[in-house]
Each structure stands twice: as structure tokens, then as C-alpha cells.
């Protein structure tokens, strides 16, 4: 057992899309991510996600609607939820998801992260 710093971990790294284990726990994983753009369409058939915004804001596009997070805020995609992150600058999030989830879900390409790094 130790405390984890979310300002040193995340500036351990600078790329985005590609998220870091920070911490387990049971068979879920507390990630940390850099998003600037605009991801990939795709769902996780399996598993439900959960996004807190660190630092910045991004919109969470769905296909009938966008939610815009700020700091502080968060949002839940239930499984089978097709969605797309999109961010205008750079916004650091925390996602808890099963171990299992891949960072495209049911969509697999060039930015698929099948090894995560763990911080």
C-alpha cells in the first residue's frame, strides 16, 4: 500500500490515447490518459467505463447527443454504449474499467493498446 500523486503520474508521460495502470483494484484498473483530438467510434460489449476529468474538458460524443465534461466532472458509458471521446486541448482523465477492456473496445486499429503500461 501506497499513495498514489495523480499530477506526478501524469506528468510521466505525454502521449496521447494511450492510457497507464496506476492502481488495481479487485479486476478492475484505474487508468490515466491524455486525450487531444478525437478518438475512434466503438463500444465495449462487456464492460461499463467511467471517465473523470483531471485537468481540462472534453465531449463525449454519443450518436444522439454530446456531453461536455469539465474538471471535476464525470460520466459513466454503460456497455454496448457506441461513443467517441473528442478534445479540442489537451485533457487529462481517470477511467476505472474491468482489466480486461481494450482502449477501442469492439474496434480494433492503429490505436488499439493491447499492453498497458503500468506507473
Not at 463500444?43 to 463525449?60: A, K, P, T
Given at each position: 500500500?501506497?499513495?498514489?500523486?495523480?499530477?506526478?503520474?501524469?506528468?510521466l508521460f505525454s502521449d496521447h490515447w494511450n492510457p497507464r495502470v496506476v492502481g488495481k483494484l479487485n479486476d478492475q484498473h484505474v487508468?490515466?490518459?491524455?486525450?487531444?483530438?478525437?478518438?475512434?467510434?466503438?463500444?465495449?460489449?462487456?464492460?461499463?467505463?467511467?471517465?473523470?476529468?483531471?485537468?481540462?474538458?472534453?465531449?463525449?460524443?454519443?450518436?444522439?447527443?454530446?456531453?461536455?465534461?469539465?474538471?471535476?466532472?464525470?460520466?459513466?458509458?454503460?456497455?454496448?454504449?457506441?461513443?467517441?471521446?473528442?478534445?479540442?486541448?489537451?485533457?487529462?482523465?481517470?477511467?476505472?474499467?474491468?482489466?480486461?477492456?481494450?482502449?477501442?473496445?469492439?474496434?480494433?486499429?492503429?490505436?488499439?493498446?493491447?499492453?498497458?503500461?503500468?506507473?
Amino acid at each position: 500500500m501506497q499513495k498514489i500523486n495523480i499530477k506526478e503520474k501524469l506528468s510521466l508521460f505525454s502521449d496521447h490515447w494511450n492510457p497507464r495502470v496506476v492502481g488495481k483494484l479487485n479486476d478492475q484498473h484505474v487508468r490515466l490518459a491524455k486525450f487531444q483530438g478525437e478518438f475512434v467510434w466503438h463500444q465495449h460489449d462487456q464492460e461499463d467505463e467511467f471517465f473523470l476529468v483531471i485537468h481540462g474538458s472534453f465531449e463525449m460524443q454519443f450518436r444522439d447527443r454530446v456531453e461536455t465534461l469539465n474538471e471535476g466532472d464525470f460520466i459513466i458509458v454503460p456497455r454496448g454504449v457506441e461513443h467517441c471521446p473528442r478534445a479540442e486541448n489537451e485533457v487529462h482523465v481517470m477511467l476505472f474499467e474491468p482489466a480486461t477492456t481494450l482502449n477501442t473496445g469492439e474496434t480494433e486499429n492503429e490505436r488499439t493498446v493491447r499492453e498497458l503500461d503500468e506507473l
